[in-house]
T-cell receptor, first 112, second 112 residues
Framework: DAKTTQPPSMDCAEGRAANLPCNHS???????VYWYRQIHSQGPQYIIH???NNETNEMASLIITEDRKSSTLILPHATLRDTAVYYC?????????????FGKGTKLSVKP | DGGITQSPKYLFRKEGQNVTLSCEQN?????MYWYRQDPGQGLRLIYY???????QKGDIAEGYSVSREKKESFPLTVTSAQKNPTAFYLC???????????FGPGTRLTVL
């Protein structure tokens, strides 16, 4: 079973920031938070990952709460091409289980 | 261009036939994975390989087989023993078992 909880769907206006929440209340100290997205009928695309500190790259920012029980993926200026299903995944990096466990994710619809 | 290729994009087979899905990567990644996705669902791990000539069963390996004779290639055979083979199949690779995974475009298999 996925260790994360995400809302099934969200809407966002084009040009506005999209804030996608994820709860991972049972996360362990050595588990990272990963975000992927999947545009319809394509393979998932890696976005970002983090352990404790906030992270930013050219695609998005990841904000992890101090207790690490939840996180938020931020797309600062959403475009229509950001419409996709977004998956939040917790995973041990360095353990015996390197595979990703995908839940159902959040379907983000960016509207004009 | 470096990346992961899967062929073909669409595949049709008659019930009772074995079929092999191709996955090739030129990223020099050690680890490769096969996932299955059903409509409206997340991804489920079929098999993974951490290194050449080694592979492990994932969560839903029954009815599938793989080989890893070359670092670049990780073909998946869907056998007639797989009860519900119609699905979207995704191949992924990562630098090693602990790094972020990069996905191919997927193969949509339909068994008639």
């Amino acid at each position: 079973d996925a260790k994360t909880t995400q809302p099934p769907s969200m809407d966002c206006a084009e040009g506005r920031a999209a804030n996608l929440p994820c709860n991972h209340s049972t996360i362990s100290g050595n588990e990272y938070v990963y975000w992927y997205r999947q545009i319809h009928s394509q393979g998932p695309q890696y976005i970002i990952h983090g352990l404790k500190n906030n992270e930013t790259n050219e695609m998005a920012s990841l904000i992890i709460t101090e207790d690490r029980k939840s996180s938020t993926l931020i797309l600062p200026h959403a475009t229509l091409r950001d419409t996709a299903v977004y998956y939040c995944i917790v995973r041990v990096a360095g353990g015996s289980q390197g595979n990703l466990i995908f839940g159902k994710g959040t379907k983000l619809s960016v509207k004009p | 261009d470096g990346g992961i290729t899967q062929s073909p994009k669409y595949l049709f087979r008659k019930e009772g036939q074995n079929v092999t899905l191709s996955c090739e990567q030129n990223l020099n990644h050690d680890a490769m994975y096969w996932y299955r996705q059903d409509p409206g669902q997340g991804l489920r791990l079929i098999y993974y390989s951490q290194i050449v000539n080694d592979f492990q069963k994932g969560d839903i390996a029954e009815g599938y087989s793989v080989s890893r004779e070359k670092k670049e290639s990780f073909p998946l055979t869907v056998t007639s023993a797989q009860k519900n083979p119609t699905a979207f199949y995704l191949c992924a690779s990562s630098r090693n078992f602990y790094n972020e995974q990069f996905f191919g475009p997927g193969t949509r298999l339909t068994v008639l």
